[in-house]
Structures are given as C-alpha cells and as structure tokens.
C-alpha cells in the first residue's frame, strides 16, 4: 500500500509515543486512507495520487493537495483511529485492556474527550481539504462529484461513525 505520510511523520506531529510499534500505528493508518481520503477525493483522484506516488512523479497540483491537505487529513484521521486501537487489544483471550507496572490506565471519561477531540480536528482537515479540491476541481479531472453509479464520493455530509456506547 502507498502511504501519504510516514509513521514517523505521524508520530512526529502528535502526541503519539515515539516508541509506539509500527503494528499500532498502521492500521490506524490505513483506515484513514481507505475510508476518509476516498470519501473526499474519491476512488479515481486517489488511485491517481497514488500512482503518482509510486511513480515518484508527484507534481504541481496534485503535489500541493498532498502537501497541504492530505497529509494533515491523514494524520488526524491516523491519530483518531488509533486511540481505539491503543485502548485495548484483541488476544486469544478475547478483548484486553494493556497496562504496565510504571503506568496506570486513563478513565474512560478522558478517553472519550480525546476522541471527541480528535474526531473534531479530523473533521476540520476533511472539510478543509474538500472545500478547496471542491473550489479547484477543474485542475483534477479525476475527482468527481458524482459518480456513474450515483454515488457522491465527495460528500462531506455522509459521516460514519462508531463511537464508544456504553
């Protein structure tokens, strides 16, 4: 999979532990790819971006999006999908809270304002950088605001969300 940013990069502009594992960190990283970026730009604009990517022939507009909107979307969105995966573990004993003898558990009422925080932040980025791949979508004939079967992969408004209910 072709990456926007590096965990090292994502590690660098949270408050993510520096020594956080990669096992941690990527799945987190691929979620925000896979469901937020495509729900802004699109399947075609981003299999365009990627192929840019790989290609190492990323220029012009396409770079700027990159640099200036999808790195911030992804890293957000990276940051909000791992406070759930940092929370627990699943294991052959079934779902797991982690703890260690030098540090304690945060309660859960502080874990739902980070989350709410960062889901608030991730947010902004997505609507930030659809606003203006909406305002410049003339430099992208890949992105479209309909789709041939109908669906509208640019639509800010269709949200999921599966927030903690307890």
Known sequence: MIFI????????????DRNLLSQNLKPAMILAQKVNLTEV??????????????N?????????????????????????????????????????QESSENSSSSDLSV??????????????????CNKWVFKNRSKFPEYEICSSDGE????????LYGGLVI
Do not use: C, M
Request: aromatic share 14%; proline share 2%; glycine share 4%.
């Open 111 to 128: 874990y739902r304002t980070l989350k709410s925080e960062y889901k608030n932040l991730s947010e902004y980025f997505s609507q930030r």
């Open 5 to 16: 940013v590096s965990e090292n990069y994502v590690l660098d502009k949270t408050l993510l």
């Open 152 to 159: 509208q992969p640019a639509q800010p408004k269709n949200k």
């Open 56 to 96: 190492g022939t990323l220029s012009g507009d396409y770079k700027h999006l990159v640099d200036e909107y999808l790195v911030d979307l992804v890293t957000y969105w990276s940051l909000y999908y791992s406070a759930t995966n940092l929370l627990t573990k699943f294991s052959n004993r079934g779902l797991q």
């Open 41 to 54: 730009l699109g399947d075609k604009l981003v299999e365009k971006i990627y192929t840019e990517i790989q």
